[in-house]
């Protein structure tokens, strides 16, 4: 989920990472001056586009001159602010001009460092950050000389507003190098990290351990794959975090803002957007909650009482995926009707002959279908669409790119030939499109209407790929599917894709954003970043953790700096989007069944508000595509809702119990045998089975020697209140309320 890399200048040069399940923008925070390095949107080539694009800022400008909608900072004018309009627009093209080449350069070197990853590369790439943050200063600087609050274009005075956000650029020079160069290691540990068995092979996490962890049904094995990469991954990215967010936390402030977080939730121009999220959460609640509760019976059938506790969290390593965000891959384990027609296409693929080229050809096809663009030549030529076989080391993490020359778009992506990365392949073409569709705005706007939309856009058509209508239409399924039973299989299949996601995507920028306003220490990262994942996901580490872990920075968005939060924005949205499209299709029946391909009048409707990119506040934007301006979560729940209803029922049958209230429980809280050793583990501790005895007749003793005494003073007290008894007044007593929610 994701899209490519982006120069930092604008307000949001962050790459768009764009990867199936794993989303990525790459550093929405830096400001226009340094080119971001994530892996989802990159922008790279500008120089031949200067033309094209002063043309359209003039174009832009004339077309937009009745409305001005953006804030500005400043209540009072300084006598020393220009508020001359034409001078703004003279401004804002040659600040157009000069950003497509420095982007398009910075793209480059970013794409030539995730494609290769080499010390030379690095180095080059570290001196077009540079380059990025000087130019982003240099027109920063010269943007905060003007006072558009009178300004009666609303282009102009949006795109200077984002152009007085200065990003990395505000560091002083030492600490900015400093800077990107904290950031280049914590991705590039992130991305060769591999985890060996005994024997010397390495797996690494593309496709290697994803497989494996998809796979495999041996506990003993999954565990070693997941608490490996842990080790490798996120321990090395332990030492340079706390450096990190001081930094980012140095160049929110220097920004205006109270820290990184605030800077990141700022983009979305949406005061009550905290509010918001939290409201759409637990709209979706009940439905998470009761797929937990199906899941965890099925999990526990399969491993057994040991593993899994019915009434408990679930432990991580289970659910198909290195980071649980996704239970796909364990569908087999969960089917409700076995005995329904397979709904995955991965077997015919590999039948068929089916290539990653094939993928991304199909995947074309879809949005031409809608009477979208095709992809240009160039993206066929310098597109990455398989991993390397050459011995390159390589960012594997799917992303698309925009390289800012309106012509030259890019994916990387190591493409494995299956129904997942079908849909992978269809998110990320997403990407291409929202950026083809705004190729012709002004660079700073060339964005999505808020990081949300462009996630969204992929998936929205993946919701259409997904369905056994389309997958019969490529040969790739018997049938068309019908029936009760396979509806509540796709369902199935979708939730555990879809449903799974959204606790997962909501808390991993809850628990940054406490991480930068100092509410979360780094003594106490680990810690609370499995408390977030019991309270949100109900899922428990399988093996003790200590601070001696970094689990978060085994994720590729918090070790590459991608805000997360627009993965759950997008997962709401899609949607809204799917059942708009689907209307504007003509679609007849359940929502889960619309396939819009061929839908011309579907495709219009995505365009207009593609092409608006960010040139208005995003409200606009879904009102022209859903006709209402706000977020929703009741067309996912619409979607949705034969399942949930079947959930239910099939939950009230074995009498669940929704949630975890046994919330201490893990697989390793009581008497375990440590695997291999013949030791156990006894109050988190490892240690010999008849010292962990001792330890139990020691706590037994020191127990009932407690209740003794309890009892004693509880005689003692009330003698006591017989002998003085009060004659009245204020009664006051101590509540504490234990909550798990």
């Known amino acids: 989920m994701g899209q490519g890399w982006a120069p930092l200048g604008l307000p949001s040069l962050f790459l768009l990472l764009l990867c199936c ?172 990290a591999s985890v060996c068995r005994p024997n010397g092979t390495c797996l690494e996490l593309e496709p290697d351990l994803t497989k494996l962890m998809a796979t495999s049904r041996d506990y003993e094995e999954l565990l070693w794959a997941w608490q490996g990469w842990r080790n490798k991954a996120g321990r090395s990215i332990l030492p340079l975090y706390p450096k990190y967010v001081e930094l980012s936390n140095k160049i929110a402030k220097l920004n205006g803002y109270k820290d990184t977080g605030d800077s990141w939730r700022t983009v979305y121009e949406t005061p009550s957007l905290e509010q918001d999220l939290e409201h759409l959460f637990q709209e979706l609640q009940p439905l998470y909650l009761n797929l937990h509760a199906y899941v965890r019976r099925a999990l526990h059938r399969h491993y057994g009482p040991e593993h899994i506790n019915l009434e408990g969290p679930i432990p991580a ?116 499109q929202y950026f083809m569709q705004y190729k012709n705005l002004p660079v700073a706007l060339r964005e999505g209407a808020n990081p949300g939309f462009h996630e969204a856009i992929g998936d929205v058509l993946a919701l259409s790929v997904s369905t056994p209508k389309h997958l019969h239409s490529l040969n790739l399924l018997s049938s068309e599917g019908g ?148 977020m929703s979560a009741a067309a996912m729940m619409n979607y949705f809702q034969p399942l949930l209803d079947w959930l239910r029922t099939e939950n009230g049958r074995h009498a669940e119990k929704l949630g975890w209230p046994q919330y201490n429980w893990t697989p390793h809280s009581a008497r375990s045998e440590v695997a291999g050793t013949g030791r156990v583990s006894f109050l988190g501790m490892e240690m010999e089975p008849h010292q962990a005895r001792v330890g139990q007749w020691v706590l037994l003793f020191l127990g009932v020697a407690l209740l003794v005494a309890t009892l004693g003073l509880a005689q003692r007290l009330f003698s006591i209140r017989r002998l003085h008894r009060p004659h009245g007044g204020p009664q006051f007593g101590s509540e504490v309320e234990l909550r798990h929610s």
């Open 21 to 192: 399940g794993h989303p990525l923008l790459i550093h929405s925070q830096e400001t226009p001056s340094q080119p971001a390095t994530s892996q989802d949107t990159t922008s790279q080539d500008t120089t031949s586009q200067a033309t094209t694009s002063q043309t359209t800022i003039s174009q832009t400008t004339i077309s937009q001159t009745t409305t001005s909608q953006a804030t500005t900072s400043w209540t009072t004018q300084s006598p020393n602010l220009v508020t001359d309009e034409a001078e703004a627009q003279k401004f804002v093209e040659e600040y157009d001009k000069t950003s497509q080449v420095v982007w398009n350069e910075h793209a480059e070197a970013n794409w030539n460092y995730n494609t290769n990853i080499t010390t030379e590369a690095s180095k080059i790439l570290l001196e077009k950050n540079l380059q990025v943050a000087n130019h982003t200063l240099k027109y920063g600087t010269q943007a905060k000389k003007f006072y558009v609050t009178n300004f009666q274009n609303a282009t102009i005075k949006r795109i200077i507003k984002k152009a007085q956000d200065l990003g990395r650029a505000a560091l002083p020079v030492k600490e900015l190098e400093e800077y990107n160069q904290l950031l280049l290691n914590m991705e590039t540990n992130y991305s060769v």
């Open 317 to 432: 390593h289970l659910l198909g995926n290195m980071w649980a965000q996704t239970w796909s891959n364990i569908y087999d384990l969960v089917v409700p009707f076995p005995s329904a027609p397979t709904l995955d296409a991965t077997e015919a693929m590999i039948k068929q002959g089916w290539t990653p080229r094939k993928m991304f050809v199909e995947a074309d096809n879809f949005f031409t279908s809608l009477g979208l663009l095709p992809v240009p030549p160039e993206f066929w030529n310098k597109s990455m669409l398989e991993k390397p076989t050459d011995g390159r080391e390589v960012v594997c993490h799917a992303s698309a790119w925009d390289f800012y020359n309106s012509k030259d778009f890019r994916i990387k992506q190591c493409t494995t030939v299956d129904m997942e990365d079908l849909v992978v392949t269809h998110h990320e073409m997403g990407h291409i």
């Open 483 to 630: 029936g009760y039973e396979h509806d509540i299989n796709f369902l199935m299949k979708m939730a555990l894709e879809k449903v799974t996601f959204i606790p997962f995507s909501y808390l991993v920028d809850e628990w940054r954003w406490r991480v930068f306003d100092g509410s979360i220490n780094k003594e106490n990262y680990n810690q609370e970043w499995w408390s977030l994942r019991l309270k949100y996901q109900g899922l428990c580490p399988p093996v003790p953790r200590s601070q001696d872990d970094f689990d978060p920075g085994a994720k590729f968005h918090i070790s590459s700096s991608v805000p997360y939060i627009r993965y759950f924005v997008s997962f709401v949205i899609q949607f809204q989007f799917h059942e708009a499209l689907c209307k504007a299709a003509g679609h007849q029946g359940p929502l889960h069944t619309c396939d819009i391909y061929k839908s011309k009048e579907a495709g219009k409707l995505l365009a207009d508000a593609m092409q608006l990119g960010s040139s208005r506040p995003w409200p606009e934007a879904m009102a022209l595509l859903t006709g209402r301006p706000n």
